[in-house]
Each structure stands twice: as structure tokens, then as C-alpha cells.
């Protein structure tokens, strides 16, 4: 009983006094225990991903396993913004029915809030990139000014309904506690299903809209783990580069689609993003 006591304590004090047991590095049990690190349970120790903190963190973090286990998430998105059209007047002289000259000046002077929600899926290629795919629909009005020398002509809504399917690449930095911030860019196809219906003089917009583009989309933003779902507030930039504005015209008012000459959709979102 003696010998076996003895034997013990010898054991643990070895144990303690030389916590790697001779294999050069401490077990994980014994640096967990020495520096408080939270446990990391993936499927397999051997799952932890490059670039996974070499340092023992000890402020506790959330749903560790999140970005490291499931290459496939979903979650949904509610997105607020400022819809604008980036216009070139044309210098080609312009005449109305009377066959009096009409040079207009064309802008949109105020920006003008949109509201969207989408569908999120995100697969993770590995731990610094995902592949996002987010579809959903956006609504906003856009009103379109035409100045004649100073004085404001007239001033037509255009009216949006952007059917979205945004197809982005996701860079994630190291994630530091809870929190991770991250740069997306892409492409985003849409249709305007507002400029699909039939074109006439009835809503004051005497010009028409091309239903179709595809925009250049970049952003940055940062997530946030919770207990039971990941947050992300994210900004960005629309850039369409297809010219909005039609070749359609309607009888006596050929001169105010005739007053631009190129028309880009342009516009900033601000999401909030749960998965």
C-alpha cells in the first residue's frame, strides 16, 4: 500500500513538474487546465484548420466549431438603402413637338431609401473564403429631374422592383473572440420587374427603363457569434454597368429620353445578416 501510495505521488509530481510527459509538448488536457482555454471539439482533433490561434485564448468564445465543421449555412437577410442613377445629359440638341429647342440638364438631385430581404447561402471554401449566393427582391422609387437653364422642368418616379440573385466571394480576417471582420465582392444580376409592364404616359415617366443589368458589388462588414446564430452588419456598393435607359420613346415626348445620352444604376446598401 505504501510502495503504491508512494509510486502515485511520484507519478503526479512527475506529471506536474514535467507536463509534456516527454514528448516535447504539453498534453492538451494539461494546457487547458493551466490556461483556462475553452474547449475545441470538433469531429477530429486533427480538423483544426490553418491559421486557427496558435496562442491558448482564455476570454471564452462562441460556437467555436461554427466556421470549422459545416461548409454549408443559410440564413436570411434585411437590407436598407439609397437607390441613385449615375446620368450623362446628351449634347445633341433637342426639340419638342412644337419644334422648339429643349436642351435639358438631367439628374437625380436626392437620393432616395429602398428596402430589400434576401435568402443567404454560404459555402465555405476553407477557413478565409466562403462563396455567398443571396437572391431576393428590392423595392425603391428613384425620381428622375429634368432642369431647363435653372428652373426644374419636370421630375418623373421612376419606380423599382430589382429581382436580385448577387453571386459573392467572402474573405474572412482571423476571428478574434467573437467577432470577424470580412470583405465581400462580385456580381449581381437583376431583373426590374417594374420596367417590365407596358410603357405609357400614365405615372408622369416619359422614358423608359432596360429591366435587365448586372452590377459590380463590394463591401466590407463583420460578424458576430452568438449562442445560437451568427449576426453580420454589412455595407456596400452597387455598381450596375449596363445603360438603364431605353431606346423606347412615346409620341410627343421623344425629347426627354433624347436628353440622356447614358444612364448607370447605382446604389449602397446597408444588411443585416443572420445565419
Known sequence: MGFCAAATAQGRSSLVANPDNGSGSPDRATRVISQKQPLYTPSKLSDMPPGFPSKLITHPLTQQHYDYTKRLHFGFVVAVGALDYSITSSKETQYNSNGESSDYFVDVSTLSPSMGVAALMDYRINHSFSLRLQAGPTFGTRYINFFNADSLAESMPVQSVL????????????????????????????????????????????IAINPFDIALTAGLGIDAYANFFKFSLEI????????????????????????IDKMYSHSFVLSIIFE
Open 163 to 206: 429581382v436580385e440573385a448577387a453571386l459573392l466571394l467572402k474573405y474572412k480576417a482571423r476571428r478574434h473572440s467573437d467577432v470577424r471582420p470580412y470583405m465581400v465582392a462580385g456580381l449581381t444580376p437583376y431583373c426590374d420587374v417594374a420596367a417590365l409592364k407596358p410603357f405609357n404616359e400614365k405615372g408622369g415617366l416619359y
Open 236 to 259: 456596400k456598393y452597387v455598381m450596375g454597368m449596363l445603360n438603364a435607359i431605353s431606346s423606347k420613346t412615346l409620341s410627343g415626348y421623344e425629347n426627354f429620353p433624347k436628353s
